[in-house]
């Protein structure tokens, strides 16, 4: 296969063609709020970073020194402050989400509407544009892997 080119589901055995659809979505959801997760907190160190090393370097300047400070700096602050909004809108359509499939999960057979019904929010959460650093995806891959596997080889038994 070339590269990038890979089977990203784990082989989800079941005779019911929508329940191996919706544990694909199933999974696809879980992945993107692990990598949302460690996003948020690669976001909020930064912004701790930023602010303290604004309050370092502007300690006892004058107030136009300080004005022409924060204005050179508004850019990175306002990006910072725009990425925590919108990784919290996604934090919450992510659990909307998982509050949905545990409902269809409850179901014996789910439908193809359940199925549908979720794929339009996983095309929802698409739509937010929101893109976590591809390299945290790089560096946990293999954690997550085992964690994934492992989390529903105990929900087997």
Partial sequence: KPRGLKDWYTEIPSSNHNQAILNCQNENIWWDK??????????LAFSMV????????????????????????????LKLIDDLIVNKKFN??????????????????PSKHDVESVQEQILLRRQMRYLPFDFLHKLNRIELHRLWINSNVNKDQ
Avoid: G, P, W
Avoid at 34 to 43: A, E, N, P, T, Y
Avoid at 94 to 105: A, D, V, Y
């Fill in 50 to 77: 930023v602010f303290l090393s604004l309050c370092i370097f502007n300690y006892n300047k004058s107030l136009s020194e300080l004005a022409i400070s924060m204005f050179s700096n508004i850019t990175l602050v």
């Fill in 92 to 109: 919450d359509h992510q659990i909307k989400m998982n509050t949905t499939l545990e409902i269809i999960r409850k179901k014996t057979k």
């Fill in 34 to 43: 692990q990598i949302s997760d460690k996003f948020r907190i690669v976001l």
